[in-house]
């Protein structure tokens, strides 16, 4: 946390989120709000009344390389350029809403997305858009109009993002545990976005996104979401990569696992579009 950022919120007398901490209630974000975050909007094109104050629309499918069947993240250029026109500094925090159980994670791609790219101080707003409305805080009918380019410079962070290589050969070593996170039929091997094959990767063990979040689409306790992990095979010591369809749930459920101490977690953005386009790839329908 900057010293600017610290007075500011001393001054307001709001408590600023933990070191360490992703996912911060409406008490936390409101705190950052008033340190003059950058808002972020995860919804995309399915964005609507009500927006966080001073909130800007990003679509995760904007930041892609390529339109169809894919989730890996577009050139680092495109995707300062489009951080930048949004307002977003390093010197200034950043809280990510998103729809919370109505969507797919998408508040978690673009904070996994900001974080690759080195920004030190993204945050996700618990509960999305619902928890913010139902603490009666401030929203406004329509978003923020870009602020337009400013200068950011960012440093990647590539441990957090696996390509293909790496999910491969993380069956033959016992310090990463692969996470496929979709549902269970899709684990099985149906294929409801139209990917070539279907199944999961060899060796990867089966946690649904949803069940790390309630019916209101808050986290579930700290003890809680580290007995489920651990019941996956996941150690301390271990490096967790996971992966869904296109890397948007698989990168929610890395920044869980930041929250939760495991920072050092990977999302493959490529995820089952990538792996399954691939012949040479082997595929389980265990």
């Avoid at 809280?95 to 673009?110: K, N, S, T």
């Avoid at 707003?125 to 337009?148: C, F, N, Y």
């Avoid at 094959?197 to 986290?219: F, N, S, T, Y």
């Amino acid at each position: 946390m900057s010293a600017g950022i610290l007075l500011l919120a001393c001054l307001v007398g709001s408590p600023m989120p933990a070191s360490g901490q992703v996912f911060v209630g409406p008490q936390g974000a409101q705190a950052l709000l008033k340190a003059q975050a950058t808002i972020i909007d995860a919804r995309g094109t399915f964005a609507s009344k009500p927006y966080l104050p001073q909130a800007q629309v990003i679509d995760w499918m904007a930041l892609r390389d390529g339109i169809a069947r894919t989730g890996r993240l577009a050139p680092e250029s495109a995707l300062r350029q489009a951080f930048a026109a949004a307002g977003v500094e390093q010197e200034r925090p950043v809280l990510v809403y998103g729809a919370a159980q109505d969507g797919w994670g998408e508040e978690g791609r673009i904070w996994w997305t900001l974080r690759y790219l080195g920004h030190p101080q993204v945050y996700i707003l618990d509960g999305g858009i619902s928890a913010w409305a139902q603490a009666k805080l401030p929203t406004i009918r329509a978003p923020r109009e870009a602020p337009g380019a400013t200068k950011w410079r960012s440093t990647v962070r590539p441990r957090l993002r696996a390509a293909h290589a790496e999910v491969a050969q993380a069956q033959h070593r016992k310090d990463v545990v692969v996470l496929d996170v979709r549902t269970p039929e899709e684990f099985a091997g149906s294929t409801p976005y139209l990917s070539p094959r279907g199944g999961h990767v060899p060796g990867a063990q089966h946690l649904q996104w949803r069940e790390l979040i309630d019916a209101q689409g808050r986290l579930l306790p700290v003890p809680k979401l580290k007995a489920l992990f651990r019941a996956k095979g996941l150690t301390e010591r271990q490096r967790a990569i996971a992966y869904c369809t296109g890397g948007v749930r698989s990168a929610f459920v890395v920044a869980v696992l930041a929250h939760i101490g495991h920072p050092d977690s990977a999302n493959y953005d490529g995820s089952w579009w990538d792996w399954s386009m691939q012949d040479n790839l082997p595929v389980a329908k265990d």
